[in-house]
């Protein structure tokens, strides 16, 4: 009889020598030795698009598909197009499923999936072109062509779906935006390229651009543009001319633009260029107008004797030349160009500078000429004493200040006959004009002043009403000035009246405020007769524990009196004189043009200084509320009325009073401050407090002496 536990050992080894004996390893059912597509091969779908059936590749070995293989699929490159997911493993089954989306080529695409120990398949498709989508010009987009006429490259596009694929069979409808031109043919069918031209397309008769769109239903276009040129363009004055070297031309040279049967033709563009003999050309691109002539300001010829050349060009037609001959003068005479007796203030600069005409013996300009000014009687000052004869032969004195004698006189010191210029000066009268600050405490938010804020508006009235002898008459006023001040309606202003709102604005170092007029007269000057002062009572208290409160509020006066808000002001064109003395917006090198700024602004220069740029310059750097409204702080430095404060005294100077006058105020400027440029030069060396000032609401209203609206200018 056989014992139990002898029976299940036994049992034991029997199962571990049959185990031994199969000589398999129990992993390798897991090694993979091939892949296939299994599903979803030899499909058909537009570019760019998802085929509607997943691609399946199967991963087997001998025993049959293998799971949790890698598989990583690509398209080949350049192909476009991808496979989601591009690596994963493989499922149950050894499967692998794949979204295919198909690149931008037309014709056969291939998907490949690579799996672990190298072995890869590859499906296909076969993808079409996608829908129309886009519109290419394939001709120029924009040619000249003289008015009237059928262009000559007819516009042509090309249809395309997204990926670029050129499509036959779309239709194509052109249209024409612009009136006065004429298409034929604009319903086109792409061809077998994808291309559609239009028929025909003739352009108006004006000097204008003529816009036609190629479009498709999907709302892709293609725009093409023609300009409308002159048929001809031909000179009509001005060549071969003979002047005074360095002098302008005595006819301007003029071209005609026309159309094929002659008619003049309006709004071409010229442009004027010397092209030899070195010289000028003043307004130089200048458009046609309905005689169909441009001419240029002035042409002012070259310092050396010899033929000068200027050639007027238009887009499209060839250049026009036209010669002038510059030949060396020799001066005969010299004659007054301002006038000989004037009168003024004791201590002010004179209201015209003298200045003097350099002629040959045939009655023509001289320029180069040196001219020689000389005090002769009294006591004043001038500066700039040698000028030099200009292009039109004119040489003017930089400033001629008076002093305290009844008689004064300067005298022309050149070779020729002498000139005299005299000057019968008087006291300045009292002054009549008046400014009332009033403090609007119904604004929101707004404060009473301090005593000391109440103070420095009331020094800065007190200052500006010494300065300014005489402003505008009086005006009754019936338009409601909101929401730049409150309605004074009913009231008559005899000089300005000033709203002041003391409010919280941004916090010290943010924006100071604004200043600015609200009401304007309509006489000539356009002078103030409301104005608004609002400033942050944050920078007002920190300027009056600086000291520099008093400077601030005279500064931001003088704009609501018309410093840098009325320069370049035209509220009536064509009807009455405009303000146009800031030559330059927008550039590099602004300047005010006022004869009074000007003199005061050489007068004030320093002995043995020279200044060569565009008097006077005006600020183009601060940003907003600060280029083109204040005098440049490089060439100013402390001068209250630059853009900038500066620390201590920061002067008012007889350039900004006299600035005033230009403006059309009866002024005193020899009460002034003192004030000279390298003075002002060294104390800018420091780094100056930008006066941040932001924008009056509300437009400008102009009114007329019935106190009613005569225009309404949006602020600049």
Not at 228 to 243: K, R, Y
Not at 414 to 434: E, I, Q
Not at 657 to 670: I, T
């Amino acid at each position: 009889m056989t014992h139990p536990r002898r029976l299940l050992a036994a049992s034991v080894v029997l199962v571990l020598l049959a185990a031994a004996g199969c000589g398999k390893d129990p992993t390798s059912n897991n090694i993979p030795t091939g892949i296939s597509v299994q599903s979803g091969d030899h499909q058909a779908g537009a570019v760019g698009n998802a085929l509607p059936t997943t691609v399946v590749f199967k991963v087997v070995n001998a025993d049959g598909g293998v799971p949790g293989i890698s598989v990583s699929v690509a398209v080949p490159p350049g192909q476009g197009g991808s496979g989601s997911p591009r690596n994963g493993k493989t499922g149950a089954g050894g499967l692998f499923a794949v979204t295919w989306t198909l690149g931008g080529i037309v014709g056969a695409q291939t998907l490949t999936a690579t799996a672990s120990g190298g072995f890869s398949a590859t499906a296909t498709a076969t993808a079409s072109a996608g829908a129309a989508s886009v519109v290419t010009a394939v001709s120029d987009v924009f040619q000249n062509v003289v008015v009237g006429h059928a262009v000559s490259l007819r516009p042509s596009v090309k249809v395309t779906d997204a990926f670029s694929n050129p499509l036959p069979g779309v239709a194509v409808t052109f249209e024409a935006l612009t009136p006065g031109e004429v298409l034929t043919g604009t319903a086109q069918t792409t061809d077998a390229n994808g291309l559609a031209t239009l028929g025909s397309w003739t352009i108006g008769p004006d000097a204008v651009s003529y816009v036609v769109r190629g479009g498709i239903p999907s709302g892709a276009v293609a725009v093409f543009e023609a300009r409308g040129i002159p048929a001809t363009v031909t000179a009509v004055a001005g060549d071969g001319q003979t002047a005074n070297v360095g002098t302008i031309v005595p006819v301007l040279p003029a071209v005609k633009a026309a159309r094929d049967d002659g008619s003049p033709l309006a709004g071409v563009a010229v442009t004027y260029v010397i092209s030899n003999g070195g010289g000028r050309v003043d307004g130089g691109t200048v458009v046609t107008g309905l005689d169909g002539t441009a001419r240029p300001t002035r042409w002012v010829l070259g310092t050396t004797p010899g033929t000068n050349r200027l050639s007027a060009q238009s887009q499209g037609r060839d250049p026009v030349t036209f010669t002038a001959t510059g030949v060396a003068a020799t001066p005969a005479s010299l004659v007054a160009a301002s006038p000989t007796a004037q009168t003024g203030f004791f201590g002010n600069y004179t209201p015209s500078r003298p200045a003097v005409l350099v002629k040959d013996a045939q009655g023509n300009p001289v320029a180069g000429t040196p001219v020689s000014f000389a005090i002769t009687q009294g006591d004043g000052s001038i500066s700039g004493a040698t000028q030099t004869t200009d292009f039109e032969g004119r040489a003017t004195l930089a400033s001629w200040r008076l002093g305290a004698a009844a008689t004064q006189a300067v005298q022309t010191t050149s070779p020729f006959t002498p000139v005299t210029f005299t000057a019968t000066p008087g006291a300045p009268p009292a002054s009549t004009f008046k400014i009332t600050v009033r403090y609007d405490l119904t604004c929101t938010g707004c404060l009473a002043p301090t005593v000391a804020q109440r103070a420095a508006f009331d020094a800065a009235v007190a200052r500006w009403t010494q300065l300014l002898v005489r402003g505008g008459p009086p005006y009754l006023v019936f338009e409601d000035a909101t929401p730049c001040a409150p309605s004074i309606i009913g009231e008559t202003v005899d000089g300005v009246v000033i709203y002041a709102h003391l409010v919280p604005i941004d916090g010290v170092n943010g924006v100071l405020g604004q200043s600015g007029p609200c009401i304007l007269r309509d006489d000539p000057g356009y002078l103030a007769a409301e104005g608004l002062m609002e400033f942050d009572t944050a920078d007002l208290a920190v300027l009056e524990a600086s000291g520099q409160l008093n400077q601030v509020i005279l500064h931001e006066m003088g704009h609501v009196l018309g410093f840098g808000t009325i320069w370049d002001f035209d509220p009536f064109p064509g009807q009455k004189p405009a303000n146009a003395f800031l030559v330059g917006f927008g550039g590099l090198d602004p300047f005010f043009n006022g004869d009074g700024a000007r003199s005061a602004f050489f007068g004030s220069a320093a002995a043995g200084t020279t200044f060569t740029g565009n008097p006077v310059p005006v600020e183009a750097g601060g940003g907003a509320g600060t280029a083109y409204s204040h005098w440049r702080e490089s060439r100013f430095g402390s001068e209250l009325m630059t853009g900038f404060l500066n620390s201590g005294i920061n002067p008012l100077s007889a350039i900004t009073v006299d600035q005033f006058r230009d403006l059309g105020y009866v002024v005193n400027d020899a009460l002034a401050d003192s004030y000279t440029f390298q003075a002002s030069l060294r104390s800018a060396l420091e780094t100056p407090l930008q006066l941040i000032e932001g924008k009056v609401p509300g437009d400008i209203i102009v009114i007329n002496r019935q106190g009613h609206e005569a225009r309404r200018i949006p602020r600049r």
